[in-house]
């Protein structure tokens, strides 16, 4: 017999979201860096869970969402459960008023910069509304350019021998992750088919999930099994199910597609944890995939699904065990 909570009630309060997570100072001169940013310009603003198209699904009380977390418990015979849930979040982009400029000597790399906050609380259960998950960081888009001979303006500019090299295509966006268990990551990645066809035609298909979900070499039952700690087994099979089902209950017309990766082989990124986390669970790699969607030709970005996937090493029975920590989310901008 499956285990099921008896609760019937939560008695958290709902969050009442505000305008903007991040409240950046006031500043017209020099303006906010949007030009800068590329594609990814295309995320500043606030997103939420709210209803795609005529679905009635994907707002706070039925979210196209899923998170699939193992944890290690050495009590019990498998040695790891599962906390698997459904969530919404609150997250917020916003440009500052200037970069971050990589100085190179006869060149640089400007880092164009968003910083963003993100709030998640869960979706259902006895602790429906509470807040689960937090952290903030920041995206970066990165470009080559001259180096000022002055610490002011942009000229005059120090001599380069021969054209300036162009940021690859492989390595121009990177994502910076602080989070409060105690993990910091940092992933590099590109936009796909930048600079020439960055905008797909929509609609957008979103695969399969590829990866391993559930480890070898461990007792899969807590997987395969509805408890309490895993109430929807079949997503098991596919986490990105709920983006499949998402992007198809409302189609867009074009999209812009990116990744990231700790483990990108053209700039290999890092993650560092506290010792309670590299003892007990240990990340060691961290990727992610985002689609952002419009509605029409050349119309604004409002839809945003992404994925990710933490990478895990967890001691089952002596022998460490990477187990998949996967998370996926369809948000709506908010107007």
Same mark, same amino acid.
Do not use: C, M
């Given at each position: 017999m499956s285990e099921k909570s008896t609760a019937t009630a939560s008695s958290v309060t709902p969050p009442v979201f505000p305008d903007t997570l991040i409240n950046e100072p006031a500043q017209t001169n020099p303006a906010p860096n949007v030009d800068g940013l590329g594609p990814l310009s295309n995320l500043i603003g606030t997103w939420t869970n709210q209803n795609l198209g005529s679905s009635g699904s994907g707002g706070t009380a039925s979210p196209y969402s899923y998170n699939i977390m193992p944890l290690p418990v050495a009590s019990v015979p498998e040695k790891y459960i599962l906390k698997n849930f459904k969530y919404y979040e609150e997250i917020t982009f916003s440009p500052i008023n200037g970069n #971050?400029? $990589?100085?190179?000597?006869?060149?640089?790399?400007?880092?164009?910069?968003? %910083? +963003? @906050? !993100?709030?998640?609380? %869960?979706?259902?259960?006895?602790?429906?509304? *509470?807040? =689960?998950?937090?952290?903030?960081?920041?995206?970066? %888009?990165? =470009?080559?350019?001259?180096?000022? !001979?002055?610490? +002011?303006?942009?000229?005059?500019? &120090?001599?380069?021998?021969?054209?300036?090299? @162009? !940021?690859? =295509?492989?390595?121009? &966006?990177? *994502?910076?992750?602080?989070?409060?268990?105690?993990?910091?990551?940092? #992933? !590099?990645?590109?936009? *796909? /088919? +930048?600079? $020439?066809?960055?905008? $797909?035609?929509?609609?957008?298909?979103?695969? #399969?999930?590829?990866?391993?979900?559930?480890?070898? /070499?461990?007792?899969?039952?807590? +997987?395969?099994? @509805?408890? &309490? /700690?895993?109430? %929807?087994?079949?997503? $098991?099979?596919?986490?990105?199910?709920p983006l499949q089902d998402g992007v198809a209950a409302n189609p867009c017309v074009q999209y812009i597609q990116w990744a990231v990766d700790t483990e990108n082989p053209a700039a290999k990124g890092s993650v560092t944890n506290i010792p309670f986390e590299k003892q007990k669970a240990n990340v060691v790699d961290y990727s992610a995939n985002y689609w952002l969607q419009a509605f029409t030709q050349g119309g604004e970005f409002t839809q945003l699904s992404y994925n990710q996937t933490i990478l895990m090493n967890i001691p089952i029975n002596g022998t460490i065990v990477k187990f998949p920590h996967i998370t996926c989310n369809t948000l709506t901008k908010k107007q």
């Open positions: #971050a400029p $990589n100085r190179g000597g006869d060149y640089n790399q400007n880092a164009n910069v968003i %910083f +963003y @906050e !993100q709030r998640i609380y %869960f979706a259902d259960g006895p602790d429906k509304d *509470k807040l =689960v998950h937090a952290e903030n960081g920041s995206w970066l %888009f990165l =470009v080559t350019g001259t180096e000022a !001979q002055g610490p +002011y303006g942009t000229t005059p500019v &120090v001599p380069h021998d021969g054209p300036i090299p @162009e !940021q690859s =295509v492989l390595t121009n &966006v990177a *994502k910076q992750i602080s989070v409060p268990h105690g993990n910091s990551i940092l #992933a !590099q990645g590109g936009i *796909k /088919g +930048y600079p $020439n066809s960055y905008l $797909n035609n929509g609609p957008l298909s979103i695969s #399969a999930y590829s990866g391993d979900v559930i480890p070898s /070499g461990i007792d899969t039952t807590p +997987y395969t099994t @509805e408890s &309490v /700690g895993n109430p %929807f087994p079949a997503l $098991n099979d596919n986490p990105n199910q």
